[in-house]
Nanobody, 126 residues
């Protein structure tokens, strides 16, 4: 089972930036497809971005051009750089992981991942 711990959340004004990190343990990090999801109270958890073992990426339309996902296999860490943030980005952000084949790119969907972190809160004020 993969253990995931998010960090880097906080409060920022509209137009600002934050970088989230997710430290993974308990599995060979380079064998994982990783993703970021977010959720606000009363709404379903939604996909933000994901990255395959080989570095292929996918983004939700709402964050394309503003957010960048990356990973460091040597540090077993996933990142999400968030720029030009707006109040609609306010949510609890979750890191997710699933074992996958070397050429596989999962769907950006909750059901495609089976390991989850506890989340880190991001608040964007106008």
């Amino acid at each position: 089972q993969v253990q995931l711990v998010e960090s880097g959340g906080g409060s920022v004004q509209a137009g600002g930036s934050l970088r989230l990190s997710c430290a993974a343990s308990g599995y060979v990090f380079s064998s994982l497809c990783m993703g970021w999801f977010r959720q606000v109270p009363g709404k379903e958890r939604e996909g933000v971005s994901l990255i395959s073992r080989g570095g292929r990426t996918a983004y939700a339309d709402s964050v394309k051009g503003r957010f960048t996902i990356s990973k460091d296999n040597a540090k077993n860490t996933l990142y999400l750089q968030m720029n030009e943030m707006n109040p609609e980005d306010t949510a609890m952000y979750y890191c997710a992981a699933t074992a996958c084949g070397p050429w596989y790119l999962p769907r950006l969907a909750v059901g495609a991942f089976n390991s989850w972190g506890q989340g880190t809160q991001v608040t964007v004020s106008s």
